[in-house]
């Protein structure tokens, strides 16, 4: 009977440590994890304010008008680092860029952004291999509108600002070390106020997107 215990006791530390060694390796996944990847968001703020500056100084000096300064989107390269499975901090360096030309003029607005964000995971549901995250962040956010017209003449106007946002979504595993995010959010910037132009202005908008990671 002796025997067979002390049998049956080594049998059950063998079995023990097995199952801890793939807790073990498991964790290790899941935890001290860093992430790298891009999200591309639909940012569109309201411009209206602006425009206008920028067509009322056309206006006033005769020169040639150019169409509306629009922003559509938003791309984010992403590091993100795992402390565990439920919890992430990231850092975000990014912006925007658009540019149109008219014989030797141009007419462009440049947009950056750099902040950090944590990220908190209350769901997940292992059997679809995804996960709900709730994020809040800050940093700085800038940018510059310039148009060019004849005889070297431009106009140029740029402002920085700080930025805060909140928002959640949706983590999908695609492979043990790939993954998808789809995410909705406010972003909140102070409005600005353009001395030059005589106007405001406003980055202020919700912004939704699409992001693909890898882990390290």
């Known amino acids: 009977m002796y025997r067979i215990m002390k049998y049956f006791f ?3 530390l063998c079995c023990s440590y ?9 964790d290790s996944v899941e935890h001290h994890r860093v992430d790298v990847g891009i999200s591309v968001f639909y940012y569109h703020p309201n411009l209206s304010d602006l425009n206008k500056g920028f067509a009322q100084v056309e206006e006033n000096s005769a020169l040639s008008p150019w169409s509306d300064f629009n922003i559509y989107y938003l ?5 993100t680092y795992h402390f565990n499975r439920k919890n992430q901090i990231a850092l975000q360096v990014g912006g925007s860029f658009m540019e149109r030309t008219r014989s030797d003029n141009k007419s462009y ?7 950090g964000e944590y990220r908190h995971v209350p ?5 679809y291999s995804t996960e709900l995250f709730v994020v809040v962040g800050a940093g700085a956010i800038g940018a510059k509108f310039h148009r060019s ?12 600002n700080f930025y805060a946002n909140a928002g959640a979504g949706l983590s999908l595993n695609v492979t043990n070390r790939m993954s998808m995010n789809v995410d909705v959010r406010y972003l909140f910037v102070p409005k600005k106020q353009l001395n030059n132009l005589n106007s ?16 390290l």
């Open 10 to 12: 080594v049998l059950l």
């Open 18 to 26: 097995s199952v801890l060694s793939q807790t073990v390796s498991t």
């Open 75 to 79: 791309a984010l390269p992403t590091v």
């Open 109 to 115: 607005y440049f947009l950056w952004m750099i902040g």
């Open 123 to 127: 769901i997940i549901w292992r059997k």
């Open 149 to 160: 017209y004849d005889n070297n003449v431009g106009i140029s106007e740029a402002a920085t």
């Open 200 to 215: 405001n202005l406003q980055l202020k908008s919700f912004i939704a997107g699409i992001g693909i990671f890898y882990s």
